[in-house]
């Protein structure tokens, strides 16, 4: 079985501040890794996702994830962050022959001026 | 390009009342699924279809149905609401594998059970 934790609920960070936030993974085959935003009263976007090849995956709107299997984590970073990044970020795991996805429980991320 | 359509945005239903959340995608995706969002619970997969005449349960099918007669609708039923259905409920589709491409995602409906 696959798991899915985002072990923050809620990070607060001031514009311009890098940021980092967490994804923990559990699962017995190869898996996929995805990172959704939400912005408020929106569905989920896709950010960016890792299927194989260079650990390091770059998306949409200036982030970046590093996919870490001996760690099983796939953290989402941005070096600088805006007002407008202020959302809530959902990791999601895919794989072992299903097309079903487990989502974390999202993290909230505050950017405060 | 509308993508995924999901209405209505808001509904208000009584306890018992029945009603259908309408989902349709103009993109030609295989993959259509339902997913309900709750405070600290991230989403979970209510039913899921993998082409038109196909569908199957996800972890919360309870209290719902689905149907899929077209490649475009993917229309969900909740058939006697409970105060335990309030959510927002989202529908998302995708191409086939959709374990590789990722979810196209519409805005939701907001749904209360007094």
């Known amino acids: 079985a696959q798991s899915v934790t985002q072990l923050d609920s809620q990070v607060p960070v001031f514009e311009e501040a890098p940021v980092e936030l967490r994804c923990n993974y559990s699962?017995?085959?190869?898996?996929?890794l995805f990172w959704y935003v939400q912005y408020p009263n929106q569905g989920l976007q896709l950010l960016l996702k890792?299927?194989?090849?260079?650990?390091l995956v770059k998306g949409i709107n200036g982030f970046e994830a590093e996919f870490n299997k001996s760690q099983t984590s796939f953290h989402l970073r941005k070096p600088s962050v805006h007002i407008s990044d202020t959302a809530e970020y959902f990791c999601?795991?895919?794989?072992?022959?299903?097309?079903?996805?487990?989502f974390g429980t999202g993290t909230r991320l505050k950017v405060l001026a | 390009n509308a993508g995924v359509t999901q209405t209505p945005k808001f509904q208000v239903l009584k306890t018992g009342q029945s009603m259908t959340l309408q989902c349709a995608q103009d993109?030609?995706?295989?993959?259509m699924s339902w997913y309900r969002q709750d405070p600290g619970m991230g989403l979970r997969l209510i039913h899921y279809?993998?082409?038109?005449?196909?569908?199957d349960q996800g972890e919360v099918p309870n209290g719902y149905n689905v149907s899929r007669s077209t490649t475009e609708d993917f229309p969900l039923r909740l058939l006697s609401a409970a105060p335990s259905q309030t959510s927002v409920y989202f529908c998302?589709?995708?191409?086939?594998?959709?374990?590789?491409?990722?979810?196209?995602f519409g805005s939701g409906t907001r749904l209360t059970v007094v």
């Open positions: 699962s017995s085959v190869s898996v996929y």
């Open positions: 993109m030609n995706h295989e993959y």
């Open positions: 890792y299927l194989s090849g260079s650990t």
């Open positions: 998302a589709s995708s191409q086939q594998g959709a374990n590789r491409y990722g979810y196209t």
């Open positions: 999601a795991v895919s794989g072992g022959g299903t097309y079903k996805y487990i």
């Open positions: 279809s993998v082409g038109a005449g196909i569908t």
